[in-house]
């Protein structure tokens, strides 16, 4: 997996702290959404949204679009305008672990299954009527709408991209947004080369780690006689 864009967003308003002011602000979500996903129309793709991005006008626009999605909502970090509110809410009944209640209207489902709290999902990609199994080491199988099942495998994608490479960001805690950004490019624009060197020829024949890939790389950018990384 590759980070391919950065979006970045500096100012909103007048005499704001660029980070501060961007929090929860779902119109801008979108706004990257739509430009991550400005070249797979009609491609038969499925996207995986957060709750920062999953919200009903923009899984709408999608559907027009030919574009399925299926994301997780949530009530404070979701905009959840035009949803249900009884659907929202926990129900003052208890509910049992793998249950799940469904509401839908044309090709959009709205899901709320519970397991050990209630879990949200909108998705016009997959049929609220076919079931899944989500599998926990302890508590063995969990049934649940397919469309929970299918959320919860992608979702692994970003926890092993963060697993393999977050350790090699780049730490440093400027005072100005821009640095900010900056050291974050930085750091996916490294990953990244990696991520392509592995899958090049050039693996096959000399196979560095990432951190002796690092080493090289900064080698070269800095010139030096001798790039061959530290054994």
Not at 35 to 56: A, E, M, R, V
């Amino acid at each position: 997996m590759e980070l391919h864009l950065i979006s970045v967003h500096l100012k909103d308003g007048q005499g704001t702290d660029a980070l501060s002011a961007l929090k929860n602000k779902p119109q801008l979500h979108s706004l990257v959404a739509k430009q991550l996903c400005q070249n797979i129309s009609g491609k038969n793709t499925i996207i995986f949204t957060g709750p920062s991005i999953t919200n009903l006008s923009l899984f709408s626009e999608f559907s027009k679009q030919d574009i399925f999605c299926c994301g997780l909502l949530s009530t404070r970090k979701s905009d959840c305008t035009g949803l249900p509110q009884s659907m929202l809410v926990c129900t003052s009944t208890s509910a049992q672990r793998g249950q799940s209640r469904v509401m839908m209207k044309g090709g959009m489902s709205l899901i709320s299954w519970y397991n050990k709290g209630h879990f949200r999902f909108l998705t016009n990609a997959y049929s609220p009527t076919k079931e899944g199994i989500i599998i926990k080491r302890k508590s063995g199988e969990i049934p649940c709408p397919l469309a929970v099942e299918a959320f919860a495998a992608h979702l692994s994608y970003i926890c092993k991209y963060d697993d393999k490479y977050s350790k090699y960001f780049i730490f440093h805690k400027p005072n100005k947004t821009w640095q900010q950004v900056f050291w974050l490019s930085i750091s996916i624009a490294i990953n990244n080369a990696y991520i392509l060197y592995k899958m090049s020829d050039a693996y096959n024949a000399k196979r560095y780690s990432r951190a002796q890939f690092g080493e090289r790389l900064v080698r070269e950018l800095l010139d030096l006689d001798d790039c061959s990384p530290t054994q």
